[in-house]
C-alpha cells in the first residue's frame, strides 16, 4: 500500500520566493499533519486537520505560511514569502482518527533551502 | 523545563551491548507515549507504544514511570541497523497532539 506522498522531495529557492509543498494522506485516513524539523528546534506540528476541516494552526509561524486541504486526498503547505530562516525539513504525516493514541504515518518529507 | 526531555548522545556502543535511553516529560496529566525511530534523511517511523505495564517487542522494552514522568527504551543486543534517532513521543492532554522530543542519536559499533 502506498504510504503519505509528499511532493517535492527537495526544493531550492530564493528568499522571497513563493514556496507550495504537497501532500497525498494515506487512503482512509482523515486526519492529517503538516510538521517542520530543524535541528534547533526538533519536530514541531504546525497545522492539523481533520476530515479536512483546519483544526489548530497556533504552530503556524506566521502569516506568511498557510495550508489547505481542498479534499479527503490533497493537502499543501504554502510560504510566501519565503526567507531562510524558513529552510527545514517539511513532513506530513496522516493518521486513521483523531486522538493521541492513533499511530502517525510520516511521509518522506521536503528538503526545503531558502537561499 | 521542556515538556519533553532527551539526552541527545550520541551514545555509541558495541555490537551486541544493551543500551537504555531515557526521556522525561512535564505533564503529568499525558496518557499516550511512544517511541519514533528515524534514520539518517528520513521520517520518523513508529517503534513501538509504550504502556503502563510496560511493553517488550523482540530485543526492545519500553517502560513508563508515572511518579517520575519518564519513559525509557531499552535495546538489548544492538545491532548495526539499530543505529539511528529515537524520539519520544507524549501527548498533550485532552488534544490529537503529539509533542517530540529532539531524539537521541544511537550509533552501534562494527
Known amino acids: 500500500d502506498a504510504g503519505v506522498i509528499q511532493s517535492p522531495r527537495h526544493e531550492v529557492t530564493e528568499m522571497g520566493q513563493e514556496v507550495t509543498l504537497r501532500c497525498k494522506p494515506i487512503s482512509g485516513h482523515n486526519s492529517l499533519f503538516w510538521y517542520r524539523q530543524t535541528m534547533m528546534r526538533g519536530l514541531e506540528l504546525l497545522i492539523y486537520f481533520n476530515n479536512n476541516v483546519p483544526i489548530d494552526d497556533s504552530g503556524m509561524p506566521e502569516d506568511r505560511f498557510s495550508a489547505k486541504m481542498p479534499n479527503a486526498s490533497f493537502s499543501t503547505l504554502k510560504i510566501q514569502p519565503s526567507e531562510p530562516r524558513d529552510s527545514a525539513v517539511y513532513f506530513c504525516?496522516?493518521?486513521?482518527?483523531?486522538?493521541?493514541?492513533?499511530?502517525?504515518?510520516f511521509g518522506p518529507g521536503t528538503r526545503l533551502t531558502v537561499l | 523545563r521542556k515538556e519533553v526531555e532527551q539526552d541527545p548522545g550520541p551514545f555509541n556502543v558495541p555490537e551486541g551491548a544493551t543500551v537504555a535511553f531515557n526521556c522525561t516529560y512535564s505533564?503529568?496529566?499525558?496518557?499516550?507515549f511512544f517511541w519514533y525511530r528515524q534514520d539518517c534523511r528520513k521520517e520518523p517511523k513508529l517503534l513501538m507504544s509504550v504502556y503502563s505495564s510496560g511493553n517488550e517487542d523482540g530485543r526492545f522494552t519500553a517502560q513508563l514511570n508515572r511518579a517520575s514522568q519518564y519513559i525509557s527504551l531499552l535495546i538489548r543486543d544492538s545491532k548495526l541497523s539499530d543505529s539511528a534517532t529515537y524520539l519520544c513521543?507524549?501527548?498533550?492532554?485532552?488534544?490529537?497532539?503529539?509533542?517530540f522530543g529532539t531524539g537521541t542519536r544511537l550509533k552501534v559499533l562494527a
Open positions: 504525516a496522516s493518521s486513521f482518527g483523531q486522538t493521541s493514541t492513533d499511530t502517525q504515518y
Open positions: 513521543v507524549v501527548n498533550v492532554p485532552g488534544t490529537y497532539k503529539y509533542i
Open positions: 505533564n503529568s496529566a499525558s496518557q499516550s
